[in-house]
Structures are given as structure tokens and as C-alpha cells.
């Protein structure tokens, strides 16, 4: 059978079969919805505190796809599909009567594998009646993870669900099941995560509140082993008071200033001739005096600074008023008891004089008391400046840990909130499964067609690598490349079976054509010298006999001489044309009949233009070398479409060392389509695609 027609009938078979195969397939029915996942995308709601990134949200939903082809959610579908058998009024009710006559002890059981997350357990009591129920609607696990799929729409947040079936009702019913499986199980899943976060949170949070207690009681511990109350306050005050005391040291030398200048101006007017007949300086009542002054100055100044001094500081304000009226009497005194000059200002000289000189003392006194307070306020303040730094310091850990406390604490609401309500990721049903009215179109000529063409694929892959893998000699330019023998022919195979009577035609004129070269060659090289041509091979069968033939009858009433001797004993058949050599060759009679072979042979060189002489193959019979030393000329006989083996190329090698005159190799039973390369063009039909592939090999335009 030609390829071409094996390409053709085998795919053409495999496509009947698949046809008859699938002749009852089950119609499907496909149902689909639209669900919409509500991710937690913003930190503020997320328990990570973190917003989401687009790799976590493809994860999410990666996970969700996994969870639906899941065993436990499965598991879950099927027991649904249960209940709906027992409720009834739907298709489950079909096949559910075993489950109605046991309805108590089958819902008994579903509870506890609903509660428990078991699994049927084969060859139990009712496990077996719920095997066998979900068997007959097939709602075996690994079916039901192969009629469904899910995936996300691009890059939203919303997913689309499909649900393939046998059965218009079943698909919707089953669809639905699903998908409450899938949010019950994805609710179960997120809220065991919240739990998880609320536990780990509320350790955290009571870690915080005790680590925020515990630096509050550090800095109440602190204030107290330092006596400080209120820090803040305490150095506003002893700022404050620092102000009030520089205020005072300022105006007091001021006042020391003015006291001076005023001296200085009451002098210069006694030495311009006022002169004073006193002498305030030696006068002890004025001295202890301005003593007393003094004291009560310094008293009205402490008295200012201590709380609760109202009246006491009255009293002694009225004590200084009280001993300046003395002094300023004692001085009228003196100064009435001196002789009365009218061109002197005695008493009016020596009351300023008298004043300047109490200023002066009282507010250089009160200067240095001043100066004193601020030196002990300042080294009081020193005192406190490592301590507010260290409050501070204390003061902002409490801060952090407060801070920390309080998100803590939020969070903590947050996920309280989440477990109470559906927990995290929540799936939402936009689109729900609806009632399938048609079926999906068969895929049947689909796969009819795949058939055909993966086997037409395989079939002819399988031709192209038996053709690059044939180490056959099918053409002259393939027998070229495998040997150094030269080709002086090729005959072509001829059948009876030949349709193309133009091809018939030209392979019989090429096989002629082809006779009758090899016929001229043997006699413009072996005629005239009364010599033997050897026709020989390799291996049996080659056609050496139909050659010999062929050239014996082309040589009929030629007017040469042709003796063909026929001494291939392994040959069984008997040619009347030929003269037989057989019975002197076989069962070892080239021994015993050596002589007469070679007389018979010298008289028919003598007697003819030429011998042919047809030998056994060379490579199995033993008088390959009797015949050599005989004959003159040899030709070898190659039948194609065989390998070439180590045996041909002992034999190639045997016939080039020896003495005789190679003529060449005629290559036999060459199929026509391979003896392009060595004739030409061959006239024979070929299809558009033949035709187009020859013209692109050729690359004939």
C-alpha cells in the first residue's frame, strides 16, 4: 500500500472510530456566577497595618481557587447534597429512599462529620447508605473537583465560577452548594486567623498596659525620693523670682547712683561757701540712728519674701517711717542748738545731705542682700537642671508607651469587631448560578478532528524518520555515497500493476534504454579478446539470470556469438537459454569436474565472441576464486531498496584487488520515483502537492 494512501485511510479510520465511540455522549450543561472578594486593601483596616500589595491580592486569590477544588469545602458540598436528598421537592430526591427510611441516624451523622470535619467511613452503618446515595447522583470527590473551576477577572476583585454538568437542575443546584461551601469554609478559615491575631494582640496589649503602668511608677518614684512635686511649675516660679530679684538689684543701684550724685551736689554747694556747722558723722545719735534704718530695711525685705506677710510687713514699713521722723527731728535738734546765720541753709544742707547718705547705706545694704538671694536661688536651680532633664527623658518613654498602648488597643477593637461580623476577605455573591437552558456546543467534531490530524501528524512523522533513518541503497546517487564501485546502470522495477500506461510505457523504454547501454559497454570492452565476463553479486536474488537474459535476447540476430553459461548452482531454476553448469558445480563437483569446467569453457571462448558466465553470490560460495582466475571481465549486479553490509564491502574490496577489468555495477529494481537524480524528469502523474514540493526541492520557478 502507498503512503499516501495510508496517510488517507488510517486517519479516515481513527476519525469512525472516535465518531462511533462518542455517538452517546451526554449532553453538558454549564452554568456560571459572579463573586466579589472583599479584601481588607487599607491599613486602617487591616490587622497587618499594612495596605495590601498587588502580589498579596493575586495570592488571595490564588488560595481561593485552591480552597474550592479542596477536599474538606468538597466534603462539605456533599454533605449538602445530602440534605437536599432528605428535604426533597428537587433531583436529589431521586435514589433517596434508603435515606428517608434512616433519616435520623443519616442527619446524626452528617452533624458529627459537619462538626468533627470526617470523613465516610467505608463499611459502616450509615456510612455505606451515604456512599452509595452520593455514587448514584456522581458526586464522587475527584469529579466534583474536575466539573468545576474558578479564576480571577483580570485585575479586579471580582472572580467568575463555572459549573459544568449532565443535568439542567443538578448544574444550578450543585453550582449553589458550592459556592455556600466555599464562603462557609473561607468565613471558617478567616475568622480561625482573626482568633489567632485577637489572642496574639490581647497579650500585647496587656504587655503594653503593664510596661506603660511601669514607667508612670518610675517617674512618681523618682519625684518622690527628689522632693518634686510639680517640676514645670517649681522652675517657672524660680525663674520668675529670678526676674523680680535682677528687677530689684537694678532699681537698688539706681537708687545707690542717685544717693551718690545727690552727696556729690550737697558738697559741692558747701564748698562754694555754704559750709555745715554739723557733723553728722560724729554724732552717735544719728549714727545708731541710721543703724536702726538699716536693720528695719533688711527686715521689710525679708518679710516681703515670706507668704502670709500682709501685716506684718505693714508694721515694719510703719517702723521705718516711725525712725526716719526721729532722725529728721533729732536733725532740726541739732541744728536749732547752732548760732543763726541767715546766708546759711544749714538745716535744708544737712536734711538732703542726711538723706542721701540713709539712701546710699540702706540700698548698698539691701544690694548686697539681693545679690546674695540670687546667688542661693541660682545654685537652687542647679540643682534641679539634671533632674527636669531625666523627667523629660521619663516623661517621653511614658509618651511612646502610651502611643503604642492606644494602636494596641484599636487594633485589638478592630479585630473584636471582625470576628463578631464575617471575618476578613468576606466573598460576596454579585451573579448567582443560574438555570441552564442550552447545551454547551459538542466538542465531538473537535475532537473528531484532532484524531484525524494527530494521527496524520503521527503517520507521517513516523514516514519522515523511517526515510531519514533507511540506510537502504533505494537510488544510484545513495549506492554512490556508500561505495567507491562505479555505477554504469539502473534498471527500474517493472509490475504488471501499472495503471499509467504513459509511466508503463516509459519504464519500459528506460529499462531498454538502460539493457541496451550495459549491452554496448561489455561489447566494445570484452568482444574480440576471447575472454569470460564474470556476472556476479553480492548476495542471492539480485537478478543476475534476468539480466543475462535481457542481453541475450537483445543480442538475437545481432551476428555475434554469446555463449551464457549458468553456473550459480544456489539458484534452483532452470533457464533453456542458458547452458546449465550446475550439475559440475554443486554438492562439491568443483573439485571432481575442475578440468572439465575449464575445457568447456576454453572451447566455448574459441567457439564464441564472449562468455558470460553467472556465478553464485560471492560471499557464500567457496569457487568465487576459481572463477576469478577464469574470467577476464566482471560485472556486478546490486538489486536496491536493501543495506549496504560489511559483506558488500568485503566484496567490493575483493573485486577491486583482484586482476580483473571491473566494467561497473548495474543497480537493479530501482523504484521509478528514485531514479530522478540518475535519468531526469520521469513522465508519470503526481498531485498539486507533489508537484509544488518537487518545484520547491529544485527550486524550478
Known amino acids: 500500500m502507498k503512503h499516501w494512501l495510508k496517510l488517507v485511510l488510517v486517519p ?18 454549564k452554568t456560571e456566577a459572579k463573586l466579589y472578594l472583599n479584601l481588607q486593601e487599607s491599613k486602617s483596616t487591616s490587622l497587618t497595618d499594612e495596605d495590601m500589595k498587588q502580589y498579596q491580592i493575586h495570592t488571595v486569590f490564588q488560595n481561593i481557587v485552591e480552597l474550592l477544588k479542596s477536599k474538606k469545602p468538597i466534603e462539605r458540598v456533599r454533605i449538602k447534597a445530602v440534605r437536599k ?47 452509595s446515595y452520593l455514587n448514584f447522583h456522581q458526586l464522587q470527590i475527584e469529579r466534583l473537583k474536575d466539573i468545576v473551576m474558578s479564576y480571577r477577572i483580570m485585575d479586579s476583585n471580582f472572580m467568575k465560577f463555572e459549573l459544568s454538568e449532565h443535568v439542567p437542575e443538578k448544574t444550578q443546584i450543585i453550582a449553589d452548594l458550592f459556592i455556600e461551601a466555599l464562603i462557609d469554609e473561607n468565613r471558617e478559615i478567616a475568622k480561625n486567623k482573626i482568633k489567632s491575631h485577637k489572642d496574639l494582640i490581647e497579650g500585647l496589649v496587656k504587655q503594653a498596659k503593664a510596661d506603660l503602668d511601669a514607667k508612670i511608677k518610675k517617674l512618681e518614684n523618682f519625684k518622690v525620693e527628689n522632693t518634686i512635686i510639680n517640676l514645670g511649675e517649681h522652675t517657672k516660679a524660680i525663674v520668675v523670682y529670678l526676674v523680680q530679684l535682677e528687677g530689684t538689684r537694678a532699681n537698688l543701684m539706681a537708687k545707690v547712683s542717685s544717693s551718690a ?36 530695711n533688711r527686715q521689710v525685705l525679708t518679710t516681703s519674701m515670706e507668704e502670709d506677710n500682709a501685716a506684718a510687713l505693714a508694721q515694719v514699713k510703719q517702723n521705718v517711717e516711725n525712725t526716719r521722723k526721729v532722725i529728721n527731728d533729732k536733725l532740726i535738734e541739732l541744728t536749732g542748738k547752732s548760732p543763726y546765720d541767715p546766708s546759711r541753709i544749714q538745716l535744708e544742707l544737712a ?24 546667688q542661693r536661688v541660682v545654685g537652687y536651680a542647679k540643682k534641679f537642671a539634671p533632674l527636669e532633664s531625666t523627667i523629660v527623658a521619663l516623661e517621653q518613654e511614658i509618651s511612646t508607651a502610651q502611643n503604642v498602648y492606644l494602636v494596641l488597643l484599636n487594633k485589638l477593637n478592630l479585630t473584636q469587631t471582625i470576628e463578631s461580623g464575617s471575618g476578613e476577605n468576606m466573598i460576596e455573591v454579585i451573579d448567582p448560578p443560574y438555570l441552564p437552558t442550552k447545551p454547551e456546543p459538542s466538542k465531538r467534531p473537535v475532537i473528531v478532528a484532532a484524531g484525524g490530524i494527530a494521527v496524520f501528524v503521527l503517520m507521517a512523522a513516523v514516514f519522515i524518520i523511517v526515510q531519514l533513518l533507511d ?27 501499472e495503471k499509467d500506461q504513459k509511466l508503463a510505457k516509459a519504464l519500459q523504454l528506460i529499462h531498454q534504454q538502460q539493457v541496451l547501454q550495459l549491452l554496448q559497454m561489455i561489447m566494445s570492452k570484452c568482444f574480440d579478446d576471447e575472454g569470460i565476463l564474470m556476472l556476479t553479486s553480492s548476495q542471492a536474488g539480485e537478478g543476475k539470470h534476468y539480466i ?5 535476447s537483445l543480442l538475437e540476430g545481432s551476428g555475434k556469438k554469446v555463449a551464457f553459461v549458468d553456473a550459480d548452482w544456489m539458484n534452483e531454476n532452470t533457464y533453456e537459454s542458458l547452458i546449465d553448469f550446475k550439475p559440475l558445480v554443486e554438492n562439491n563437483g568443483l573439485i571432481k569436474n575442475r578440468t572439465k569446467i575449464v575445457e568447456s569453457l576454453d572451447k566455448m571462448k574459441t567457439e564464441n565472441d564472449l562468455v558470460v558466465l553467472i556465478t553464485s553470490p560471492i560471499n557464500i560460495s567457496a569457487e568465487a576464486g576459481f572463477w576469478m582466475e ?55 502523474k503526481r498531485t498539486f502537492i507533489r508537484r509544488i514540493t518537487k518545484k520547491l526541492i529544485t527550486r524550478d520557478f
Open 471 to 497: 540506510a537502504s541503497i533505494i537510488s544510484v546517487e545513495k549506492f554512490e555515497r556508500n561505495s567507491t564501485l562505479p555505477v554504469i546502470g539502473a534498471l527500474p522495477r517493472i509490475t504488471d500493476k
Open 261 to 296: 550724685k545727690g552727696k556729690s551736689e550737697v558738697l559741692t554747694t558747701v564748698a562754694a561757701g555754704n559750709s555745715l556747722s554739723l557733723d553728722l558723722t560724729t554724732n552717735a545719735e544719728i549714727v545708731q540712728l541710721k543703724e536702726e534704718l538699716k536693720r528695719l
Open 85 to 131: 436528598g432528605l428535604e426533597g421537592g428537587n433531583i436529589f430526591s431521586i435514589g433517596n429512599e434508603s435515606l428517608v427510611a434512616n433519616q435520623g441516624e443519616v442527619l446524626k451523622r452528617l452533624d458529627e462529620m459537619e462538626h468533627n470535619n470526617e470523613q465516610l467511613r467505608p463499611k459502616q452503618f450509615p456510612d455505606t447508605l451515604i456512599a
Open 351 to 374: 536734711s538732703k545731705y542726711l538723706n542721701y547718705d540713709l539712701d546710699a547705706e540702706m540700698n548698698a545694704d539691701i544690694l548686697n542682700v539681693i545679690e546674695n538671694e540670687i
Open 630 to 684: 577464469l574470467s577476464k571481465h566482471v560485472l556486478y549486479v546490486f538489486g536496491a531498496n536493501r543495506i549496504m553490509t560489511k559483506v558488500d564491502q568485503r566484496v567490493e574490496k575483493m573485486l577491486l584487488e583482484s586482476r580483473l577489468q571491473f566494467l561497473g555495477t548495474l543497480l537493479n529494481r530501482v523504484d521509478i520515483e528514485n531514479m530522478e537524480d540518475y535519468l531526469g524528469e520521469i513522465p508519470k
Open 12 to 29: 479516515g479510520l481513527t476519525m469512525a472510530l472516535i465518531i462511533y465511540m462518542t455517538a452517546n455522549g451526554q449532553k453538558t450543561y
Open 548 to 552: 543475462a537474459m535481457e542481453l541475450q
